[in-house]
């Protein structure tokens, strides 16, 4: 039956608001973990590479320069800098080329991130997996790392926690990973806006629903952050993608 010609009122909503198939989920993601390689690549080569030579250069002249000159002290600072700038963007890069670990195990790759981040606060960090673990396709398990290690970088760095929390549940129906600590607490601004260089929860918020997943967030002032991202077995576990691919 032709719709053209009725008006917008008589016509269902549900021909304009679709849901992705699982095809077009895919290729959404395998468009954005190709744009993220490309982009960790671009860093890697221009930006970092950049900063390298800059440093040496600048190390060079700084060794030229009188042990007692005003300067040194001060080149010293900024080669400080520039070094801390260059482990940032390492970090950054790791994270953006995290699709392509060989390690398809979730608990190892969260626990690496303390070492990564160079924490050196005793925190008693733990990850626990409930269920048996199962292989996530690895477009999902993609994005659930990426989420859920933004999620451990603002809890190592501004929750000021002496405990933190990393849990894997491979439920019957979905899984699901929860992220908590018994910290300050979110600001309310930073938890609508998120912090200047980080995609903030908003953010994550979109990325998850982009994929079929949920993200939830409970936050006090006197209670710590718990962050909850689930994503339902139809689509999180290889297996079971293939065979929804197929059938459609």
């Not at 995290?98 to 924490?119: T, V």
């Not at 129906?173 to 600590?181: Q, Y």
Request: positive net charge.
């Amino acid at each position: 039956m032709r719709l053209d010609g009725l008006p917008l009122a008589y016509r269902s909503p549900y021909l304009f608001r679709l849901p992705p198939t699982f095809g077009e989920m895919r290729a959404r993601l395998e468009e954005r973990v190709a744009e993220r390689t490309r982009i960790a690549q671009d860093l890697h080569d221009t930006v970092l590479q950049g900063i390298v030579g800059a440093a040496m250069q600048l190390h060079v002249a700084v060794d030229q320069l009188p042990a007692n000159s005003p300067a040194t002290l001060r080149l010293s600072r900024v080669l400080e800098l520039m070094r801390h700038v260059m482990e940032e963007g390492r970090n950054a890069v790791r994270g953006l080329r995290a699709s392509n670990s060989d390690s398809d195990d979730l608990g190892q790759a969260f626990s690496r991130i303390p070492q990564d981040l160079d924490i050196e606060v005793q925190i008693d960090f733990r990850v626990i997996v409930l269920g048996s673990a199962r292989k996530l396709h690895p477009l999902i398990r993609d994005e659930v790392y990426h989420i859920g290690r933004e999620l451990l970088v603002n809890a190592f760095r501004h929750s000021r926690a002496s405990c933190i929390e990393v849990e894997l549940d491979y439920g019957p129906k979905r899984f699901r990973i929860v992220v908590r600590d018994d910290g300050c607490g979110i600001d309310p601004q930073v938890l609508r806006a998120g912090r200047e260089g980080h995609w903030g929860l908003p953010g994550m918020r979109e990325r998850a629903e982009r994929v079929g997943a949920r993200l939830r967030v409970w936050s006090r002032a006197t209670a710590g952050t718990e962050v909850a991202l689930s994503v339902p077995n139809s689509i999180a576990f290889e297996s079971r993608m293939v065979e929804k691919l197929a059938g459609c």
